[in-house]
């Protein structure tokens, strides 16, 4: 209990609200722009933390990517662009209350479930995190290598359309993540000689150019804006009933259970959240037919799940050092910038911080619903900014952040370099998102590897001398065989069409 | 403002054209020989790239080994499911490249790399200006007051690197 309440006193300083509210100002802002991104957000934004500390930089990281997947809904109801692909279920209810004259009552809902699912999976990580941490704990070397190999499976399975593909993008980051000195023996590896390779890519310059600069590339159509008139949404009447908001809750509640569900399995995310709650929306709604065309349950059990999965993915990363999406394993990165490495200690030798970030993500969703009740006139003006004042933009910031990490010109080449090798893996279909999770997953899952083979004296039986290895080989392999079974029915279906 | 009208005409004509051409391409047996390359130019260099101190078996090439022996094997493995889909006629994984978006992705990139080579000699602010005046001229805006808008954010971007985050930008 004192860790809490040292949590909570920790939390309690005026520059964490700050960036806290900063960092849902921007996440909103690129969420409800379509064609950004959070996970652009968060590596835009990922070198302005390096001098923050742990816990402001966590609450404005955490800004960022709450508020991200809020925002997404703004452009999807106002527009039928969804900002994120989180809010592809938002839409299809979100659009048609637009062609009603209900914008402002859809995104009233949005923004409601939104706080609700936000509140709900963060009360889940405050009471969920501490326990898996306790079972963390007696994991050893060959255990803590299983899980990562398990993240690593089930990312690369899951990230892009073969597997084959997938682990083989995560190869590179565990490649990646492996070039420059060797932390167990000192010795220098694949640094061809060249001084800048010495301490290894850093994990911010690699996703600048992996998740940004890429993005820019791959942006280069001159897109169209659909221009949104503020004018007329501002006179809608936006009041919810009293049978409105009785209508909403059972979805609500079903879709935070199922967005918390979702979010703690690694490899799936706020999208898949979203429609799975759609989907049992729909199958327990009394207006079923009404799904589709503006029925503001859809709206309440998409936006509900897609946030409650925020605090969810959270528990994996926190107890097991295992981020399950992209933009929380660039949330892993920064906690190790911060010195802090994700695991089953991270409880025990860094629990005042902990739980003041825990606890500080119940403020994000509040602030957040402040923040959308009151500036979603800014937020809905901002998806009127032109993609030909964005873009350069971006590319400058993604220029200076390179540059800041360690203040060398070297450091923003290769971020162009990455950025290259991205657009490439991309046009011949490998996945980029196992790669970045490689890169940060890369150093432990070494570590840990040859720890374990140094301890068994290279017998490789080590990784199955314990029955929570055991548990976590059986895992693994249900997890390759419900991949495999996944994409050989995705095939038959493509052609079959 | 002629100028730029015919200009802009010989753009769209030429974007007309090369949106019209594509190039065929099978991305599992491209990608599966380029990580077959990379992964044998990879092991074969190890030896002069990781210089072993200890004796053990368990060293400072384990791991690099164990990930691209993965790579070897599984774009073989890609190679041959590839090829007897080929074989099979049972669709093989052909994509196409339209030339338009390429050449499109091409000169951004050239702008890209032309901002990284300016840095150092003309310093972040001023290849900052150059490179956000030519992206915003590459999305063909006629307003002034975009270029001038870009050209803002590329100082507010370099002053706050400078002397908020205290960032000596080149």
Known sequence: MDVVIEGIRNLFHISNFIYMNIGLLLGMIFGAIPGLTVMLCIVLFLPFTYTMGPIPSFMFLLGIYCAGSYGGSISAILIKTPGTPHAAATMLDGYPMTQMGKSKKAMKIALYASTFGGLFSALVLLFFAPQVSKFARMMGTPEYFLICALGLTIIAGVSGKSLIKGVISGCIGLFIASIGVDPMTGGTRFIFNNINFYSGFDITICLIGLFALSEILMKSKRESIVKVSMDEVSKEDDSLSKSEYKRMAPPAILSAIIGVIVGIIPGT??????????NAARSISKHRDEFGKGNIEGIAAAETANNAVTGATLIPLLTLGIPGDACVA????????NGLTPGPNLFTTHGVTMYAIIIGLVFINIFMFLQG???????????????????PVIAIFCFAGAFSVNTSVFDVGVSVFFAFMAYVLIKL????????????LGKTTEENFRRSLIISDGSWSIFASS????????LIIAALVFIFYSKMKEMKTESDN | MKLIDSIDKWLDDTGEKLGKKTIRYNPDLIGAVLMFGLSVAFLLMMP????????????????????????????????????????????????????????RALIIFVFIAMYYLLLEPIGFIASSIVFGICMTAYFRVRKWYYYAIVAACAIAVGLVFQYVLHVRLP
Do not use: H, W
């Not at chain 1, 009151?374 to 873009?391: C, D, G, Q, R």
């Not at chain 1, 029955?467 to 059986?474: L, T, V």
């Not at chain 2, 060293?59 to 993965?70: Q, S, Y």
């Not at chain 2, 499911?81 to 196409?96: M, T």
């Open chain 1, 269 to 278: 995310g706020a999208s898949e959240a979203s429609f799975f709650s759609y």
């Open chain 1, 330 to 337: 660039i949330l892993l990165g920064a906690l190790m910038i």
């Open chain 1, 373 to 391: 009740k009151y500036l979603t006139k800014l937020f809905a003006k901002i998806i009127n900014i032109p993609i030909s004042i964005l873009t």
């Open chain 1, 429 to 440: 279909d490998f996945p980029t998102v196992p790669i970045l999770i490689g890169l940060v």
């Open chain 1, 467 to 474: 029955p929570i290895c055991i548990g976590f080989i059986i």
């Open chain 2, 48 to 103: 002069s790239q990781i210089k072993l101190t200890e004796t053990s078996t368990i060293n400072a090439r384990t791991f690099p080994r164990l990930v691209f022996m993965i790579v070897l094997v599984l774009s073989v493995l890609l190679f041959f499911k590839e090829i007897a889909k080929i074989v099979l006629k049972k669709g093989s994984a052909s994509r196409e490249l339209n030339l338009l978006v390429e050449v």
